[in-house]
Each structure stands twice: as structure tokens, then as C-alpha cells.
């Protein structure tokens, strides 16, 4: 792939723009340049716009307001994300936007195929694909199905789709969002390499350090406003994060072992299959009360499983699932919750909130049947807002008010939305799985804050999570899952995030780790 025929200049310019949903406003006048042959970094606190104004640029919202300026002309009334593709821009979201049970090759084609094209010329899209993974050193193999790669790779295929549609405005969301060490140092230096050949880059992200070392432009947003753009160099993380914020942020804990007098949790030799393919193994689990363990791993090693067996929503072939001392494995899920377990789903939009219904009803689901908030089938409005605002007040939701739609929040307001309604219970098991993951690092010292709180008060705390950073700085220890089995225990003293990388990849055993002694 050779360096793209363009001059370097700007790619694309955004004026004045203006989004609201509703009575929210989401942007307010934003105007941004973007160049080719540079990385543009996006930040700032969750609902300051960033993914708001790129969703702008790539045709999924319409602007209020404001000009999107392409080539000279104005094309922002009537654009469209199909438009947006045709002048050479591409997106790649937060979440992927992969078809699992298609094949590398059939996700990065598929979308450029027109209903006229009856029979594709596969061998002519494999040499294209070929070149193209050559030109970037990656190697995934065209046939394999996308639901078979590990998360690193699926990153690949949604930087493989864009350029494959020809695009020359890179936009990634939070790609290291869930990405290892190793991983992440990787996709960065792809970025550098796409922004060396003349490509335009925008890098929306959370981590201040990424930002300052690998993009040239840092534009800083808040509240949806622009703050300001700064060259690399010219301001530092710190000064950057106070941009972001209107407040000082602070530095959560040192983590701390805990004596494990009580346990509150425990799995012993836990094994279960799917599809003939064993995804926990053997698996040895005990968590006490004020202890948080942190679970490592890359994503799809066992994590959500394991969460569900606790839960109950599935079955384990072998093995025993025991709370405070009970067997609970034949206790469905609503009794497992009743008796105190709460729960933080990985994916709050999937598994945690119904985006329709207002912040009040999201704050009392699994629990409309309480006495407090219905009587005879009928729900007593008046305390479900009331209990709405004490959680708003009490988990710093920041909302217009309990009326609103949860869509039309941030995601860090919409996590605070979860989180008080599981902590409000007082549960004695709390399970966290990736409870900070896409939010800002005020919402992520908030959501820390929380589940530390928790722990100091009595509860015992199950960490899953991506961001090493968090597990290392939370956990009283943290115990490395690969192919559904422990392969690491590790304690404070031992922590590392290039240790921990190499386990989570399964390149080093757990005796490894121990014969090194994994120090800092």
C-alpha cells in the first residue's frame, strides 16, 4: 500500500456544530480542523461530545447545526453515513460492528458489495486483502470466522475493513479500550504508520498518556464545548486533564491484602463446556468479605462464563458454586440476587439499562415487585422517583432530572445509573465486570471510589476486568484466567503490567511468573 495521492492540508473541517437530543445539548458550536498526515486525539469527560461529534462527521447523527466542510462545500444537509463513506471516511466504533459468524474476509467485502453484484470475484478480493494486511504486517487468516478471533485481531479486521472501503479519514473510538499491553503498543504504531503514508487519524480516548505521546493534535472538549487544540508537546498530561475537568480528581487507593477470615464466595474445580469446547476448567474461585480479586484476561478466555455460573445463568458441568457458605447451584438467578448479589454487566447497554425508559425506571428493575415501589401489580410512582432522586443525589447522577430517557445520558451518568442501583441494596457480593470500561478517568475514579467503598464496608468484590491499570490498583490480589483456567496469582508486590500481559496472551506459565518472582 503506498502513500496516498494527496497533499497534506485539511481533510476535513467541522464549524459551528450543534447537536441536541431533546433538551439535552450534546454539542454547543464546536469547531474542529482535521489534517491528513496527522493524529488528532480526541478527550475529555464522558458527555463532553467527542463520539457525539465524530458520529456527526461520519453521517449517523445529523448537526442542529453547523457546517461540515468537504473539498470547499458544505455537505452537511441531507449526510449521511453512506455519504460519508463514498467521500473517504471511515469509523470504528466502540463496540464492533462485526458479523461473528462471517469470516474475516466476508466482513471487510460484504460491505462494499452492491445488490447487482450477483458473483464476486473472491479470488480478486482475496489478493486485494492479501496486499493490503501485507502493507500493515498483519497476518489473519481470510477464512476464519471473526467469532473465533481474539479481541487484538478483531481490531485489525475493523482497521482492514475501513481502508478496504478506501477510506482516508481514520476514526477509531476508544480503540485500547479492551486491548492488552501488547496489543495496544501495536495498534498505536499501526496509527503511526497510517499517519506517516498521509492518512488523517482521529483517536477519540480516555488515556491522557496515549494522546501525548502518540497524536500531534489534542483538542479538548467539555460539556460539549470546545476547550482547546493543542500540538504535541505544548501542554502535558496534567494540564490536559485539568482542560477536561472543573475539579481535581483523586488518586483512588493502594490496593491491600485482606485476611480471608469470611468467605463469601467460593467455586471449587468449576468446569463447564460449550459447543464440546471447555470454557471454564477446573476453575478454584474464593472471594472474602472486604476483599476485591481482580480477574485478568483477555476477553473471551472464560470471564463471562464464569460470571453467569455465579449468577446462574448457566450450569456447571462439574463442580460447586457455594455463597456464604451455601451450595446455591440449584437456586435460580432472582433468588442468588435476592440473597445479595449484585451485579455489573460488562455491557450496560445490553445487559444493564433499557435505553427507552426514563432514569427512574432503570433504577428500579429486577426490583418493581418490591413493596416500596408497587403495590397489587400497580407501581407507586411517587416512590420510584423519590428513591430515583435520593440515587441521583447519593451516585452523583448528573441528569435534568429522573424523567429523562437513559439514552440521552452520558455513559459515565448512565454507569452511575447501574452502579447506585446495585449498591443501594447493600449486597455482600459484588461482581464488576469491566465497570469502567469507555468512561473518562473522573467517572473511572468515581466508579473505583464506589466499589472500594463497598469493600471497606464488608462486601466482597469480583473485578473483572481489561484496563490493568484498574485491576493493580484496586485489587488485594489478581488471578490471570487463559482458556477458562487460573494460570497467574498474583499479589501487590507482584504486579506488572508486561508480567501480566505475557500471561493473559498465555506466553508464560504460572510457575514461570513464580520463578521470576513478577516484582515491580
Not at 479500550?177 to 499501526?190: F, G, S
Not at 501480566?500 to 511468573?513: C, E, I, K, N, T
Request: proline share 3%; with cysteine; aromatic share 4%.
Amino acid at each position: 500500500m503506498s502513500n496516498i495521492a494527496i497533499d497534506a492540508g485539511v481533510a476535513v473541517r467541522l464549524e459551528g456544530i450543534t447537536k441536541t437530543f431533546g433538551e439535552l445539548k450534546a454539542l454547543d458550536d464546536v469547531s474542529l480542523s482535521l489534517r491528513f498526515g496527522e493524529i488528532h486525539a480526541l478527550v475529555g469527560e464522558n458527555g463532553a461530545g467527542k463520539t457525539t461529534l465524530m458520529k456527526v462527521l461520519f453521517g449517523v447523527y445529523q448537526p442542529t447545526s453547523g457546517r461540515i466542510m468537504l473539498d470547499g462545500q458544505d455537505v452537511a444537509q441531507h449526510w449521511s453515513t453512506r455519504k460519508a463513506i463514498a467521500h473517504h471516511i471511515g469509523m470504528v466504533h466502540q463496540h464492533f460492528s462485526l458479523v461473528m459468524e462471517h469470516s474475516v474476509l466476508d466482513n471487510i467485502v460484504m460491505p462494499n458489495l452492491g445488490w447487482m453484484d450477483f458473483a464476486p470475484n473472491w479470488t480478486k478480493f482475496r489478493n486485494k486483502l492479501h496486499d493490503l494486511q501485507e502493507s500493515l504486517g498483519f497476518s489473519l487468516l481470510p477464512d476464519r470466522l471473526v467469532g473465533d478471533l481474539a479481541v487484538g485481531e478483531r481490531q485489525q479486521v475493523e482497521v482492514l475493513k475501513m481502508l478496504y472501503q478506501g477510506a482516508k479519514v481514520l476514526i477509531l473510538d476508544e480503540p485500547t479500550a479492551v486491548l492488552i499491553p501488547q496489543q495496544t503498543e501495536r495498534l498505536l504504531r499501526t496509527l503511526v504508520q497510517l499517519r506517516d503514508r498521509g492518512y488523517a487519524v482521529i483517536l477519540i480516548t480516555h488515556k491522557l498518556e496515549h494522546a501525548a505521546e502518540f497524536a500531534d493534535m489534542i483538542t479538548v472538549l467539555r460539556g460539549g464545548q470546545h476547550i482547546a487544540t493543542v500540538p504535541r508537546g505544548q501542554a502535558g498530561t496534567t494540564e490536559i486533564a485539568s482542560m477536561m475537568v472543573k475539579q481535581d480528581v483523586a488518586i483512588v487507593h493502594q490496593p491491600r491484602t485482606v485476611a480471608c477470615d469470611t468467605p463469601v464466595l467460593q467455586l471449587r474445580n468449576v468446569s463447564m463446556e460449550s459447543a464440546g469446547v471447555p470454557v471454564l476448567d477446573q476453575f478454584d474461585l474464593k472471594v472474602c468479605e472486604g476483599e476485591i480479586v481482580g480477574i485478568a484476561g483477555v476477553v473471551g478466555n472464560g470471564q463471562s462464563e464464569l460470571v453467569d455460573v455465579i449468577l446462574g445463568l448457566l450450569r456447571p458441568s462439574s463442580g460447586a458454586v457455594l455463597f456464604q457458605d451455601n451450595d446455591i447451584g440449584l437456586l435460580e438467578t432472582t433468588e442468588r440476587r435476592a440473597r445479595g448479589i449484585a451485579n455489573i454487566p460488562e455491557d450496560r447497554h445490553t445487559h444493564a439499562i433499557v435505553g427507552e425508559m426514563d432514569l427512574a425506571s432503570n433504577l428500579i428493575l429486577g426490583r418493581e415487585g418490591s413493596s416500596k415501589f408497587s403495590s397489587r401489580g400497580i407501581l407507586n410512582r411517587k416512590n420510584i422517583v423519590e428513591f430515583a432522586q435520593h440515587c441521583m443525589g447519593e451516585f452523583d447522577v448528573r441528569a435534568p432530572s429522573a424523567a429523562i430517557r437513559i439514552k440521552f445520558l452520558s455513559g459515565g451518568n448512565q454507569q452511575k445509573v447501574v452502579i447506585g442501583r446495585e449498591l443501594s441494596t447493600h449486597p455482600k457480593l459484588i461482581i464488576a465486570h469491566e465497570p469502567s470500561r469507555g468512561l473518562d478517568f473522573a467517572a473511572t475514579a468515581y466508579v473505583r471510589h464506589r466499589l472500594v467503598e463497598a469493600a471497606e464496608a464488608g462486601s466482597g468484590v469480583l473485578l473483572i476486568s481489561s484496563d490493568l491499570d484498574e485491576l493493580m490498583e484496586l485489587s488485594s490480589r489478581i488471578l490471570v484466567i487463559y482458556n477458562g483456567r487460573v494460570v497467574g496469582s498474583l499479589s501487590p508486590g507482584q504486579y506488572n503490567p508486561e508480567a501480566l500481559g505475557l500471561l493473559m496472551a498465555g506466553v508464560q506459565s504460572d510457575a514461570d511468573a513464580r520463578d521470576e518472582e513478577v516484582a515491580v
